[in-house]
Every structure is written in structure tokens, then in C-alpha cells.
Nanobody, 129 residues
Framework: QVQLVESGGGLVQPGGSLTLSCVASGFNLADYDIGWFRQAPGKEREGISSISGGDGHKYYRESVKGRFTISKDNVKNMVYLHMNRLKPEDTAVYSC??????????????????????WGQGTLVNVSA
């Protein structure tokens, strides 16, 4: 069964840090581009960051550039999102997604509507004092 499962969400104070994990099962992450998305209450889902399966090229939206870092471990079949200097406006459900088509994930993360093959269920991040 092809599946993505996120973990690592929780309550964190403003200015704090958190690392989210996304583990793949049923397929090899090294063959896929991976992206992180988030959806805040009452808002549309937005892309945050992506990493390509081939050369590991990383892409970040301006809202998180310099604060968030995406990485992956092909041996563990996992992708991570390291989040620093968190703000209350970062509160959202964070999801990872994967697609085999080169560039498709970055395109969707950047804001162009599109379909991605595999989605996780999400993990809640709550940034609050």
C-alpha cells in the first residue's frame, strides 16, 4: 500500500523549533519529488517547500525561507521539515505529498494548481504562548 505518514506536530511557543517527519511506505522516496504543505484554520492549503528525488534540489516559499529547512534520508525513506523561529501564523495542519513527475511538486508548492500522486493525512502544529 502506497502511503505517507507525518509525525512530529504539537504545541510550541513562538520563537521555538519543531521538526516534522514524513515516512513513505510502499514506494521508494528516492524516485519521487516530495513537498510539504500546510493548511491553517479557515484558509486554503499553501505549499511550503519541496525537494527533488533526483538531485535533491530544494525550493522554499518566501513565507518560510530562512526559517524552515527540508531534508531527506533515502535509506530511512523519510523526509523532514525543520522549523525554526516559529510564529503564531505558522499554526496549521502540515502534510507531505509525493509525485514521480519531475518538477510537478515544486510547481504545486509554488502555487500552481495541480494533482500530486500521494498525500499524507497531516500533523497539527500549534504555535502559541
Amino acid at each position: 500500500q502506497v502511503q505517507l505518514v507525518e509525525s512530529g506536530g504539537g504545541l510550541v511557543q513562538p520563537g521555538g523549533s519543531l521538526t516534522l517527519s514524513c515516512v513513505a511506505s510502499g514506494f521508494n522516496l528516492a524516485d519521487y519529488d516530495i513537498g510539504w504543505f500546510r493548511q491553517a484554520p479557515g484558509k486554503e492549503r499553501e505549499g511550503i517547500s519541496s525537494i527533488s528525488g533526483g538531485d535533491g534540489h530544494k525550493y522554499y516559499r518566501e513565507s518560510v525561507k530562512g526559517r524552515f529547512t527540508i531534508s531527506k534520508d533515502n535509506v530511512k525513506n523519510m523526509v523532514y521539515l525543520h522549523m525554526n523561529r516559529l510564529k503564531p501564523e505558522d499554526t496549521a495542519v502540515y502534510s507531505c505529498a509525493a509525485d514521480r513527475r519531475m518538477g510537478q511538486v515544486q510547481t504545486v508548492v509554488a502555487g500552481t494548481p495541480g494533482h500530486l500522486e500521494v498525500w499524507g493525512q497531516g500533523t497539527l502544529v500549534n504555535v502559541s504562548a
